[in-house]
């Protein structure tokens, strides 16, 4: 392994070359955490490697990273009962991002769900939205990704085969590819008729779809799910009228429910939304700064 390289400092930077490394030692997907992480960090940090990752047996924590002073070196355990695919894989790359990003600032980072911890402050939150971005750009490389979804309409079948290319959840992965597709998407999750969080596409930002924690299903919705039957994932992209998820755009729905069906996720695309030109110079976000301020309530590991 070609392992002497200067060291990067965003997140994405870190997750780009890794990701490249891994993939310059003919290595192929999914990349694995539990193999480049050790391996990377004994050569580059001699003095404070990866030790050791082990499972930890403790539900509730999906992953840790702590010092173990007695041997100068860190542990990552994880939760080896959470059944949902690819999230164990995505916690490895999550608790690394945190050894790489902030391993100076403390010695011991313990992560749950993401939507059901409180964080207390805003640092906390950038740091966990910061470990999960590097996760994603370790684990799904955009360029492969793009390949993967070449010339096609993305549905959930073509998510679902990106998600076991790369080892992460169904989640993770359509979260990803809302983050750097070019069209107008969004992703929902829903529980008790009602959008728990949503997160839209740069274009679908722009053209005003905005779903926020709280809003009621669109009735059109709430009938698909009752008359779901037990059918746990509906793949056509069904189109829906325009008043249904925006107020003059049509929409393609598509719809997958959780394992034991208290939550639904939707993903929605509006093909007719078209970039509309004269209001490009307005203030542009970037899509890390808009995911960080909405770390809370994302869960990138289900
Ligand atoms: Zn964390």
């Not at 891994?22 to 997907?29: E, V």
């Not at 509730?60 to 990552?76: A, P």
């Not at 009752?226 to 003059?248: C, D, F, L, M, Y």
């Not at 069906?261 to 030109?277: E, G, T």
């Amino acid at each position: 392994m070609q392992l002497k390289m200067s060291n990067p400092i965003t997140p994405q930077a870190w997750g780009i070359q890794l990701s490249k490394l891994w993939m310059d030692c003919g290595q192929g997907f999914p990349i694995k955490v539990d193999e480049i992480a050790p391996e990377v960090t004994r050569v580059r940090f001699p003095d404070d490697p990866i030790g050791l990752i082990k499972a930890h047996g403790i539900p509730g924590i999906d992953g840790m990273l702590s010092k173990r002073k007695s041997k100068s070196d860190w542990c990552i355990s994880y939760d080896e009962t959470v059944t949902v695919p690819g999230r164990i894989n995505f916690t490895l790359g999550h608790e690394f991002g945190h050894y790489l990003l902030h391993r100076k600032l403390r010695e011991v980072f313990q992560c749950g769900q993401s939507d059901m911890l409180d964080y207390e402050s805003a640092e906390s939150k950038k740091l966990e939205s910061e470990a999960n971005t590097f996760a994603s750009y370790l684990l799904m490389p955009i360029n492969d990704f793009r390949d993967q979804i070449k010339g096609q309409v993305i549905t959930l079948d073509i998510l679902g085969h990106c998600a076991d290319r790369y080892g992460t959840s169904f989640t993770a992965t359509a979260l990803k590819w809302i983050d750097f597709t070019d069209k107008a998407a969004v992703l929902i999750v829903a529980r008790d008729d009602f959008i728990c969080w949503s997160y839209p596409s740069e274009l679908a930002r722009k053209r005003g779809v905005f779903l926020p924690p709280g809003t009621p299903l669109p009735q059109l919705a709430l009938d698909r799910l009752n008359n779901a039957n037990g059918i746990k994932r509906q793949n056509q992209n069904r189109p829906v009228p325009r008043g249904t998820w925006h107020s003059e755009m049509e929409a393609e729905e598509a719809v997958i429910l959780s394992d034991n069906f208290d939550q639904a996720i939707f993903l929605v695309q509006f093909p007719a939304a078209k970039r509309i030109v004269e209001h490009e110079e307005e203030e542009e976000q970037d899509s890390f700064t808009y995911l960080s301020n909405r770390a809370q309530g994302l869960n990138w590991k289900k």
